[in-house]
């Protein structure tokens, strides 16, 4: 089991649909992060937050909005989804950058299916 | 864009065997990283070796590092079937806790 958790573990829904993705951790850490991960490919920065504010969106579609309500929760919210942006979603969060780069602590993801 | 190239993309070997993947990247680094990622879920942190390292050890791991050649290599002695999982180097990228991961290598080892 990871520290850091990730709600619901499935996700099927349709292209009309709002949904939410949850992450919870209680480590201290102060960074956060959104993966998105296709099949057989690395992950893919989507968003950071530093200290409870987005400072990374790698250009992102809008469909798809972060929230960060406090130091261990992240959220991303989901509207108006393409079956393309079917993927294993994965938050992470680690210390804030310094000199050396601390690790990150993944969550097990969300497998989120657009029909 | 992804930075690092890894190789091979999959690897089978028979439980006891060595496994070694590699890893290239393109720009100068202070650290790298590799993560193991079994199918479906999160990617878990293995080790992290900076540049002024040559080579690090953690159980039946070692990493090493040539900053030369601009790449690294991930060696799991004596493989048990718990190993089977996709690997991946992790090298900095822009400011702040960002990273670039590798294309991955997969391994198997069969019992």
């Known amino acids: 089991d990871t520290e850091v958790t990730q709600t619901p573990k499935h996700l099927v829904m349709g292209m009309t649909n709002k949904k939410s993705l949850k992450c919870e951790q209680h480590m201290g850490h102060r960074a956060m992060y959104w993966y998105k991960q296709k099949a057989k490919k690395p992950p893919e920065l989507m968003f950071v937050?530093?200290?409870?504010?987005?400072?990374i969106n790698e250009s992102v579609p809008s469909r798809f909005s972060p929230e960060c309500p406090n130091s261990s929760l992240l959220n991303l919210h989901l509207h108006a989804l393409q079956p393309e942006d079917s993927a294993l979603y994965l938050c992470a969060s680690s210390l804030p950058g310094r000199a050396y780069n601390s690790p990150l602590h993944f969550g097990n993801g969300t497998r989120l299916t657009v029909t | 864009s992804q930075q690092g190239e890894e190789d091979p993309q999959a690897l089978s070997i028979q439980e006891g065997e060595n496994a070694t993947m590699n890893c290239s990247y393109k720009?100068?680094?202070?650290?790298l990283q590799w993560y193991r990622q079994n199918s479906g879920r999160g990617l878990v942190h293995l080790i992290l070796?900076?540049?002024?390292?040559r080579e690090k050890h953690s159980g039946r791991l070692r990493v090493t590092l040539d900053t030369s050649k601009k790449s690294s290599s991930l060696l799991i002695t004596a493989s048990r079937a718990a190993d089977t999982a996709s690997y991946f180097c992790a090298t900095p990228r822009g400011t702040g806790n960002q990273f670039y991961f590798g294309t991955g290598t997969s391994l198997t080892v069969i019992p």
């Open positions: 937050y530093s200290y409870e504010k987005l400072s």
């Open positions: 070796i900076r540049s002024n390292e």
């Open positions: 720009t100068s680094i202070n650290n």
